[in-house]
């Protein structure tokens, strides 16, 4: 018996586009925004506290969601849309993290067993405190924060990433350096205690 391709019609004369182009279309819009796209998300995750050795399965989710809501991008907003995805997936990333950590027997380390290790335990530190006060923030407060203080972006140039009048974005991102800062205060306080 001969298996016949729903794609392989070369007679078909109807004027409905067929679906394996629009599959192909697809698929040529979804390589085009990976190929364009990749090195932004990575680096986008990565400032949002992803860990280097799962950006790249993090980056991997995130062009998974992006290739089931493709015909939902608008022209114009890929850059944007695919950045509310990273915040998305490095959110459940963290919070995968957090109860990973939970789970975890703690591991008393000696700090002044080596000099070496003395460096790299204040870097894990000042990491995990980054963190902290990150992940206490409101998101749509971190992401406009993050846009701002890691990305160099002005005001404007967030509000047509995100699709907020930029008068909004500044508001925010007052309100996030703001609390940052608090927060930083409060933990630093209860540090030299």
Same mark, same amino acid.
């Given at each position: 018996?001969?298996?016949?391709?729903?794609?392989?019609?070369?007679?078909?004369?109807?004027?409905?586009?067929?679906?394996?182009?629009?599959?192909?279309?697809?698929?040529?819009?979804?390589?085009? $925004?990976?190929?364009?796209?990749?090195?932004? *998300?990575?680096?986008?995750?990565?400032?949002?506290? *992803?860990? $280097?050795?799962?950006?790249?399965?993090?980056?991997? %989710? *995130?062009?998974?969601?992006?290739?089931?809501?493709?015909?939902?991008?608008?022209?114009?907003?890929?850059?944007?849309?695919?950045?509310?995805?990273?915040?998305?997936?490095?959110?459940?990333?963290?919070?995968?993290?957090?109860?990973?950590?939970?789970?975890?027997?703690?591991?008393?380390?000696? @700090?002044?067993?080596?000099?070496?290790?003395?460096? $790299?335990?204040?870097?894990?530190?000042?990491?995990?405190?980054?963190?902290?006060? $990150?992940?206490?923030?409101?998101?749509?407060?971190?992401?406009?924060?993050?846009?701002?203080?890691?990305?160099?972006?002005? @005001?404007?140039?967030?509000?047509?990433?995100?699709?907020?009048?930029?008068?909004? *974005?500044?508001?925010?991102?007052?309100?996030? %350096?703001?609390?940052?800062?608090?927060? @930083?205060? %409060?933990?630093?306080?209860? %540090?030299?205690?």
């Amino acid at each position: 018996m001969n298996a016949v391709s729903p794609c392989s019609n070369p007679k078909s004369t109807s004027t409905r586009v067929s679906p394996c182009r629009t599959l192909a279309g697809s698929d040529r819009k979804l390589r085009a $925004l990976v190929n364009e796209y990749r090195a932004f *998300v990575a680096r986008s995750l990565r400032r949002m506290g *992803v860990p $280097l050795s799962d950006v790249d399965d993090a980056a991997q %989710r *995130v062009f998974l969601v992006v290739s089931r809501k493709l015909a939902s991008i608008e022209p114009g907003r890929e850059r944007s849309f695919l950045f509310g995805v990273a915040v998305r997936v490095a959110s459940e990333m963290r919070r995968f993290e957090a109860r990973r950590r939970r789970l975890e027997v703690a591991v008393e380390v000696d @700090a002044e067993s080596t000099p070496c290790t003395d460096d $790299l335990l204040e870097l894990k530190r000042s990491r995990l405190v980054l963190d902290r006060l $990150l992940s206490t923030m409101p998101r749509h407060l971190t992401t406009v924060f993050q846009l701002a203080e890691t990305e160099g972006l002005t @005001a404007l140039e967030i509000s047509e990433r995100l699709g907020i009048p930029p008068g909004t *974005v500044a508001s925010r991102l007052r309100r996030a %350096r703001l609390l940052f800062w608090q927060q @930083a205060d %409060r933990l630093t306080g209860r %540090r030299a205690n």
